[in-house]
């Protein structure tokens, strides 16, 4: 064959586009089935690339996990509650915010897979360091924006000047895992929508009191 005929046959690989195509493969076999269940060749079907391919880009099947939980799940987790925040602003009208378009635009499939980052800490903690470590990493980075965010609103006069911003944002984070929970345990879609406004509710009691004038 010659090698006009050969490449032809063989088209070349993006490399970049192919670890893409198995990080988003992977995570959502993963993000259905959990990690362990999740099928090698389910996700190299869905990515479209060969066994070979995989192993070019990830070490193994934890490298893999490792790499989705960094380039996708951090990203995802991160992105959708700390960057878009303005310092300037109230942050507690911008939590709120985030919470209401949760709510509004969550689908059955959402509530009945859960959260990736819960279901992860979850399954993969308490046996596996490289994970743990990992999905640590992705709340410790939510808590200390969501803290950050509060230590500026205070510094606006949005936020109550006696709370504690970090062990605030412990709380925070860990209510909205914690509901998702159970949100994913019920199936139950209205849950959801009272999670949230009860989060809505608790965010309102870290305003100042305001002073009304007689």
Same mark, same amino acid.
């Given at each position: ?76 987790? !991160? #992105?959708?509650? /700390?960057?878009? @925040?303005?310092?300037?602003?109230? *942050? =507690? +009208? ?18 009945? !897979? #859960?959260?990736? /980052?819960?279901? @992860?800490?979850?399954?993969?903690? *308490? =046996? +596996? ?31 109550? *000047? ?53």
């Amino acid at each position: 064959m010659s090698k006009t005929l050969e490449a032809l046959s063989h088209p070349k690989r993006d490399p970049d586009k192919t670890r893409e195509a198995l990080l988003m493969a992977g995570f959502h076999e993963i993000h259905r089935h959990g990690f362990q269940a999740a099928g090698l060749d389910a996700i190299l079907t869905a990515a479209g690339v060969t066994k070979g391919a995989l192993y070019h880009h990830f070490e193994n099947k934890a490298g893999l996990g490792y790499a989705i939980i960094d380039e996708i799940i951090a990203p995802q987790i !991160l #992105g959708s509650w /700390l960057n878009h @925040l303005d310092p300037q602003a109230d *942050p =507690i +009208d911008q939590f709120q915010h985030v919470l209401r378009t949760h709510m509004e635009s969550a689908e059955c499939e959402d509530i009945e !897979l #859960g959260c990736p /980052l819960y279901n @992860l800490i979850q399954e993969m903690s *308490p =046996i +596996d360091e490289g994970f743990r470590l990992r999905l640590h990493r992705v709340v410790e980075q939510w808590r200390d924006g969501v803290a950050r965010a509060l230590r500026q609103g205070q510094e606006h006069g949005f936020v109550k *000047p006696d709370i504690d911003p970090r062990k605030t944002a412990t709380f925070f984070v860990a209510a909205v895992e914690g509901a998702i929970g159970l949100i994913k345990a019920a199936k139950d879609p209205s849950m959801a929508a009272e999670s949230s406004e009860s989060l809505i509710m608790y965010l309102d009691t870290l305003r100042p009191a305001r002073v009304t004038v007689a």
